[in-house]
């Protein structure tokens, strides 16, 4: 069983930064897919970004797109999510999600391990 502890989260301005980590425990990170997703309160869970095993491959939701970045360290184990002119929609809870799939995914269903949530809260 896989475990992805998420850092990171906080409180920040709007036009502000903040970068989550997600480190994973075990030794087959770097095959995943690694994804975040955030859900506000009384909304669904949302995609926000994913990353191939080699990072070759990145998505993003429209509504970040030019403000997020998302990268990895196979070599820590761990998955970025730079996050930078951020807006008050922004405030969410955002999870890490890693995939065995083969191939790159910004379905929330098909991610098989989960991080426990870090609260981001963005004000005006």
């Known amino acids: 069983q896989e475990q992805l502890i998420e850092s990171g989260g906080g409180s920040a301005q709007a036009g502000g930064s903040l970068t989550l980590s997600c480190t994973a425990s075990?030794?087959?990170?770097?095959?995943?897919?690694m994804g975040w997703f955030r859900q506000a309160p009384g909304k669904e869970r949302e995609f926000v970004a994913c990353?191939?095993?080699?990072?070759?491959?990145?998505y993003y939701a429209a509504s970040v797109k030019g403000r997020f970045t998302v990268s990895r360290d196979n070599t820590k184990n761990t998955a970025y999510l730079q996050m930078s002119s951020l807006k008050p929609e922004d405030t969410a809870i955002y999870y890490c999600?890693?995939?065995?799939?083969?191939?790159?995914?910004?379905?929330?269903?098909?991610?098989?391990?989960w991080g426990q949530g870090t609260q981001v809260t963005v004000s005006s």
């Open positions: 990353i191939s095993w080699r990072g070759q491959t990145i």
């Open positions: 999600a890693a995939s065995t799939k083969i191939f790159v995914t910004k379905i929330a269903a098909t991610y098989d391990y």
């Open positions: 075990g030794r087959t990170f770097e095959s995943y897919t």
